[in-house]
């Protein structure tokens, strides 16, 4: 009858010790005010599919197409004289004509997060303010003028792909 009634407490302490200690651990995270305040100052800008052409000896040899998307911040985009689009395109194609940021005879050795850097830093120059937060690449893909002119035969080489977060519906329902 002892060993009953031990084996009954022990159930109870070890019981109780299980509920004390997973309300414990259970409490409520501890919000980053800082890190969400930034978070919700920020906004989700899809970029529009940007043509770019590659000249090369003789003319154009194809075209880069780029589709990019931006984290942005709202409060510094809505200053801005030009709207921010117009500005991100300048800015591909000062980097994709001018600077000739992706060789397309090399294209195994294009460095993707590079070019995302060089993207935000110089659009961020332009802007003269941390507009910029990041830059999503959606994809990059090159497209010989064979290819456009005869689309049968697939010349084209896709660069770079990747994932572009989907933007939340604001709440509300709207």
């Not at 770019?52 to 510094?76: D, F, R």
């Not at 460095?111 to 659009?123: S, Y």
């Not at 697939?154 to 572009?164: D, M, W």
Request: net charge neutral; aromatic share 8%.
């Amino acid at each position: 009858m002892i060993k009953l009634i031990g084996t009954g407490v022990w159930i109870l302490v070890v019981t109780l010790a299980s509920v004390f200690f997973a309300l414990k651990m259970a409490s409520a995270p501890k919000v980053d005010t800082t890190a969400a305040e930034r978070e919700a100052a920020l906004e989700f800008v899809s970029g529009y599919v940007t043509t770019v052409p590659v000249i090369g000896e003789g003319g154009v040899n194809g075209y880069l197409l780029t589709k990019l998307a931006y984290k942005a911040n709202k409060e510094l985009a809505a200053k801005q004289v030009v709207p921010l689009p117009q500005m991100i395109t300048d800015e591909l194609y000062t980097l994709l004509v001018g600077k000739k940021m992706i060789d397309v005879a090399s294209a195994g050795s294009f460095d993707l997060d590079a070019f995302r850097a060089t993207v935000k830093e110089g659009l961020n120059r332009r802007f003269g303010a941390e507009v910029i937060d990041e830059v999503f690449v959606e994809q990059i893909d090159y497209i010989t003028t064979a290819a456009v002119q005869d689309p049968a035969p697939k010349r084209g080489v896709t660069i770079a792909k990747g994932k572009v977060p989907v933007e939340k519906p604001a709440e509300g329902g709207h």
